[in-house]
C-alpha cells in the first residue's frame, strides 16, 4: 500500500509510539493502569509517560472507578472519540454531502445540497468549504478541534497525492491538488482523497460488517465501481485504481446473448443513464436515474424489467468477482439500489447461476444501508484511521 | 481471514507476547539488548525474561560483538533461522515436490516424482510421507526438530481445516482430513494446508517480489488458478476460495468472437488438456500440455498458435481482474508457461488492449522465477508465518 506523503503535512495528533496503547484503549474500553501495563508489556515508565501526553492532548481521559477488591479503586482511563473533530465530505456526480463527525466517525452534523462536480475543482471545493464552515461553526467547537478532512470523489484518485486521474465525468479535475485546496480553504493540515466507492466501502464495512473480512461494495449510479475490502482492510491497488468494474467487458453466454453493442462495457450497459437511455429507446419518459428509480417504485413493468436486465448484467461480471476474491458479502449502493429490488434480483440470478459451489456457500447480496451519510462516514474513517493508527504502509 | 483450528494442535514455537520482539529480530537483522528495548519498548525486565524464553528455545543466539565505544561490546542478538525444520509439500494433479527447508523457508533439500493425485489420499500422502522421512533421516538432523508441514493441493481448501471442498481433478479427496492424517504419519503437530497456487503466489511474493504489495498468480497447467496478494498479504476471501478464475466466463468482443463454446469457461479455453484438444483437432499429435510446450518450444506453428490463443483468452479474463485489483505485477507459472513466451504474449495483448490506463501504466507481466520449489517454498513461508507471526487473524 502507498505511503501517504503529499497529503499530509501535519504533526501527528497521536506519536507513533503510542498508537498501540490508544489502540488498545480504543478497542478495549475502559481499563485500568494495571490492565494497560498487562496487556501491552509496557514498563510502568514507559506507560505512565504515554498516558500522559495522551492525557495531555485529551484523546484519554478518566472514566470513573472500576470495581474494586478493597482500598483505594483502581482509575479507569478510556478513549475520548469527541477530543477532535473531522470532516468527512462526499462528492458524486451531481451532490455533495459535508459532514462532521468525532474520531469514531460518528456524523454529528450534515450539510447536503446538489452540486455538479463538472463545475470543476475551484467552484465545488469553494462551495463545500462554505458548507463545512457553517457545521463547525453550527457545532459551538473551536476551528483548533478539526484536526482532518477526508474527501470523496467520483473518479480515480492516486491515494500518495490526493489527486483526481483522468476522472471520466470530472472536467477540470485531472491532477489537480484538492488536498492543497483545501487545506488552505479549510485551514485544516491533514486531507486524504479517495476515490468515492472506496470510501463507499469503508463506511460500509465499519458501521454494519466489521465482522465480516471480506466484502464488495458496488455503487451503480452515474457510473458503477467497487470497493473492495480483502482481509479485514481496503484495498486499493499498486496505483490506487482497484475496483473499477465500469470499464470491464461483460461476458455473455448463449442463452444470455449481449443486448447491446459487443464491445460495450459494463456502463454502457447497467449504469443510471444507459436504463434511463434503454428505456427512452422503448418511448417511456426518462432522462436520467432518478426517473428509472421513480418509475420501478411504481412497479412501471418497462422500469422493472430494465433494472432487471441491468442487475443481470451487473452480476455477469459480478459472477467473476465472486470467483475471484470470495467476499462474505457483496454491498450494492447507488443510485439504481435504491429502485427496490429488482436490481438486486438480477445480480442474484446470475451470480448464483455462474459461481461456483463453493464461492457462493454463504454469500449474501444486500442493499447499502449507510443511506446519504455513507460518504462522509467513510471519509471519516479513512482520516480516523491514519491519525490513530498511523498512515497505511506495509 | 479466518482462524485457524482445526489444523494446530501444536503448542506455540513462540509465545504471543514474544512475537513481536522476535520480529524486530528477524526483519532488523542482529541488535543489542539495548536497541531491542528501544525499538519495543519493554521494560528491561521483560524484555529480559523473553528474550531468555527464545535463547532457551534457540530460536535466538548471539552473533558476535558490536562496535563498541569503549568498555566491553554489547553482545548483538540474531534470529536462527535453522533452528526448526519444516517440510514443504507442493502436490499437482501427476507430480509431487516434497522438501525440507528452515523456518525462513530457505529449501535446504527435495525429493520430486511423478505421482497422481487422482490415487487418492491415502496413496499419495503415504508416498508423500515416505519421501519426507527420506529427507530428514539424510539431514542427520533429529524428527523432534520439524516442527511443521505446509501442504499445496491442486484444488479449493477449506483453509480453516485444511479439507479440500470437491475438488473437481481430485477424486477421493472431497472432506479427507489431510492434516490429520499428515500429524500421525509424520509425527508433526501442525499441519496446514492450502490450495496450490495460494502457495506458489506466497512462494513467489516471498522470493521474487517481497516489496511489490499487489501481486496477481496465475497457474495454467491441467487448471487454471490465481493467488492473490493484496495490500502485502494473501487473500483467500471468505471460504478460503478466492482464485478460482478457470470457471469464469470470458468476454469476447466483435473483433475476438469465442473460438471455442459461447458457454465455455476460461479453464475449457486456455487450459493444458484444452490447448492440447485444440491442436488434435488441427491434426497435430499432442496428448497433454507437455507435448504442447514442447512443440512450442520447437517453434510448431500451430502449437504457437494455439497458445498465443490461448493467452489472448486468458487476457480477456486477467483485464477484468486488472481493473478490479490494479496489481503491481502479474507472474505467470505452470506447465504453459514454460513454452516461452508465446501464451504471455497474448495476456499482454489483450490486457493492455482491454485494461484502463491508470490500472496498465506501471503493471509487469512476467513468468515465474521459482521453478520447480515454488509450491515448497510457498508451503514452507506459510507454516513459518503461522508459527512466527501467530495464526492468521484479524
Not at 57 to 66: E, I, K, M, P
Not at 249 to 265: M, N, S
Not at 303 to 321: M, P, S
Not at 373 to 380: D, M, S
Amino acid at each position: 500500500m502507498c505511503r501517504v506523503t503529499g497529503q499530509d503535512s501535519a504533526r501527528p495528533l497521536v506519536a507513533p509510539e503510542a498508537r498501540t496503547l490508544l489502540g488498545v484503549l480504543r478497542s478495549a474500553g475502559p481499563l485500568t493502569r494495571a490492565q494497560l501495563a498487562e496487556r501491552t508489556g509496557l514498563a510502568r515508565t514507559t506507560l505512565t509517560a504515554r498516558l500522559e501526553t495522551l492525557v495531555a492532548d485529551g484523546l484519554v481521559v478518566s472514566a470513573g472507578g472500576a470495581a474494586s477488591r478493597g482500598g483505594r479503586p483502581p482509575g479507569l482511563l478510556a478513549f475520548r472519540a469527541d477530543a477532535r473533530l473531522l470532516l468527512g465530505i462526499d462528492l458524486g456526480a451531481t451532490h455533495a454531502v459535508v459532514g462532521l463527525t468525532d474520531l469514531a466517525g460518528t456524523v454529528r452534523d450534515t450539510r447536503a445540497e446538489r452540486l455538479a462536480v463538472a463545475d470543476g475543482p475551484q467552484a465545488v471545493l469553494a462551495r463545500v468549504s462554505e458548507l463545512a464552515r457553517e457545521l463547525v461553526e453550527s457545532s459551538g467547537r473551536p476551528w483548533g478541534d478539526v484536526v482532518g478532512a477526508g474527501v470523496g470523489l467520483p473518479g480515480p484518485v492516486e491515494h500518495s497525492t490526493g489527486r483526481p486521474v483522468r476522472p471520466p465525468i470530472m472536467p477540470g479535475w485531472d491532477g489537480f491538488d484538492v488536498p492543497a485546496l483545501l487545506r488552505d480553504a479549510l485551514g485544516v493540515s491533514l486531507v486524504l482523497v479517495d476515490n468515492d466507492v472506496n470510501l463507499l466501502a469503508l463506511g460500509e464495512h465499519t458501521s454494519a460488517w466489521s465482522t465480516t473480512d471480506d466484502l464488495l461494495f458496488v455503487k451503480v449510479a452515474t457510473g458503477i465501481g467497487a470497493g473492495i475490502v480483502a482481509g479485514g482492510r481496503l484495498q486499493r491497488g499498486a496505483q490506487g485504481s482497484a475496483g473499477d468494474l465500469g470499464h470491464v467487458r461483460v461476458p455473455f453466454t448463449r442463452d444470455a446473448p449481449p443486448h447491446g453493442d459487443a464491445d460495450d462495457d459494463l456502463e454502457a450497459l447497467a449504469s443510471g443513464p444507459a436504463v434511463a437511455r434503454a428505456l427512452r429507446a422503448q418511448g417511456v419518459n426518462a432522462a436520467d436515474a432518478d426517473d428509472v428509480v421513480e418509475l420501478a417504485l411504481r412497479e412501471e413493468p418497462a422500469a422493472v424489467q430494465a433494472l432487471r436486465q441491468a442487475g443481470r448484467d451487473l452480476g455477469a461480471v459480478l459472477a467473476t468477482v465472486v470467483n475471484l476474491l470470495n467476499p462474505g458479502v457483496i454491498v450494492v449502493g447507488g443510485t439504481l439500489a435504491r429502485a427496490g429490488e429488482h436490481l438486486l434480483a438480477g445480480v442474484r440470478e446470475t451470480v448464483y447461476g455462474r459461481s461456483t459451489a463453493l464461492a457462493t456457500r454463504d454469500l449474501t447480496i444486500v442493499p447499502a444501508t449507510s443511506g446519504e451519510t455513507g460518504g462522509v462516514l467513510g471519509a471519516a474513517v479513512m482520516v480516523s484511521q491514519h491519525l490513530l493508527d498511523g498512515p497505511a504502509e506495509d
